[in-house]
């Protein structure tokens, strides 16, 4: 699994579960009470978490991409904006408030490493299944047209 795969991954998992979820499920009552933000009807907070999960869908669609050797340069451009802007807006608003703190924290190292990984593209869409897997240097992995097991 390409690095780049795996900070997609933990991008779509975390931001899941801590900001789409809560913003498409949460009552009105916790929403408001939480983001210090009055709805006469719970819609805004509604259409924010299904906004973040497109996000996510767009997302997800980098990892086969990384995981073919091609680096997904939209998806990383996407994610830049996205995410250095969630970091810039969440700590320059965040008032003290430890959430706020460490959301901002979050979405800048995500965004810290989608701009590592625009710097040396071809690092991270690089397979690192050899080392996960023990093989040596010299070998690859490659499928059998029989049974599509790998085969040294």
Do not use: D
């Amino acid at each position: 699994m390409t690095w780049l795969s795996l900070l997609l991954i933990t991008k779509i998992g975390v931001t899941g579960v801590l900001v789409a979820a809560p913003f498409m499920l949460l009552p009105k009552s916790k929403l408001e009470q939480s983001t210090n933000i009055a709805t006469p009807t719970p819609v805004f907070f509604r259409l924010y978490g299904v906004a973040i999960a497109a996000l996510l869908v767009g997302y997800a669609f980098g990892i086969p991409a990384a995981e073919a050797g091609h680096f997904p340069w939209g998806v990383t451009y996407m994610g830049t904006v996205s995410n250095g802007g969630a970091a810039i807006l969440f700590l320059a608003y965040s008032k003290g408030r430890k959430q706020n703190r460490m959301l901002g924290t979050f979405f800048g190292l995500i965004a810290l490493g989608l701009i590592a990984a625009m710097i040396l593209p071809a690092s991270a869409v690089q397979c690192s299944a050899k080392s996960m897997v023990g093989l040596p240097p010299n070998k690859t992995l490659q499928a059998t047209p029989k049974n599509g097991a790998p085969e040294l």
